[in-house]
Structures are given as C-alpha cells and as structure tokens.
C-alpha cells in the first residue's frame, strides 16, 4: 500500500530520552569500525537515536521495515555530542514522491538535547517498494 501523501510536513513526537555514555560511543565505534578514543561522539552516532524515530514513525503508519531500502543519510551539526548528553528525536516527513510503484520519502530527525536546545539534524531518504 502505498505512504499517503498527506504525511508530508507532518512531525511525530519525540523518542524517549536517550543518555549518551562513553559505553555507548566505544561499543558504536566497535561496531561501525571507527576509531573512539574519547572526546566527541563519532560523526555517524545521531543515527542511533535517529533510527529510533524513523521506527516509532514506520510503526505509527503501519510500514512494513522489511519494505524499506535506505537511500541516503545526512547530518548538519550544530555542535558535537559529547558523553553526558540526553538526547531526543523528532522525526517530520518532509517529502514524499511516487516512481515506479515505489515512494521516495525524505525525512528529517531534529535532536534535541535535555535542554531543548537543537544539536543535530538528519535527513534520510527511504525507499518504500511497492507490492510485488
């Protein structure tokens, strides 16, 4: 079934907060084969609570995970993460366009630290493949 246009503009709320730990950052460094020797987050690491978002908003609208090619990841930062920070998401829907039987979604996931102040921003491009 294809991802009802009027989706788009909308935002979902926030993913529970989400405490970033030293444990945290070496266990994402050892998974994504990335130096971490303290300091900031890797550049990658918003996706971990990013993804969370982009889940809770797939579930909402009853898309189906296995449904999803990921297209292409962005991040604009406004400053690093550091261990301490206790971070939230909130995913909009700011595109969607139909090719193919296919639709082209474009999100965007605002991380907001515990104050409410913005830390970094992601975009995704999904891809929803239509029924076989």
């Known amino acids: 079934m294809p991802i009802d246009p009027s989706l788009v503009g909308r935002s979902f709320p926030p993913t529970r907060p989400y405490t970033v730990t030293e444990e945290r950052l070496r266990e994402f ?3 994504t084969g990335t130096a971490y020797d303290g300091g900031p987050a890797p550049a990658t690491f918003p996706i971990v609570v990013a993804f969370e978002a982009m ?6 609208e009853q898309v189906e ?6 297209g ?3 991040f604009r930062y406004q400053r690093p993460i550091e261990a301490g ?3 939230t998401a909130t995913l909009t829907v700011s595109s969607l366009r139909q090719i193919g039987g296919n639709d082209i979604l474009g999100t965007t996931s605002e ?3 515990a104050g409410g102040v913005l830390v970094c921003e992601t975009s995704a491009t999904l891809v929803h493949r239509g029924a076989a």
Not at 55 to 60: M, V
Not at 65 to 70: F, K, M, T, Y
């Open 65 to 70: 995970l296995s449904r999803i090619v990921h």
């Open 29 to 31: 460094a050892a998974a």
């Open 72 to 74: 292409e990841q962005r």
């Open 85 to 87: 920070d206790v971070l």
């Open 111 to 113: 991380l907001r630290d």
């Open 55 to 60: 889940n809770a908003f797939l579930e909402a």
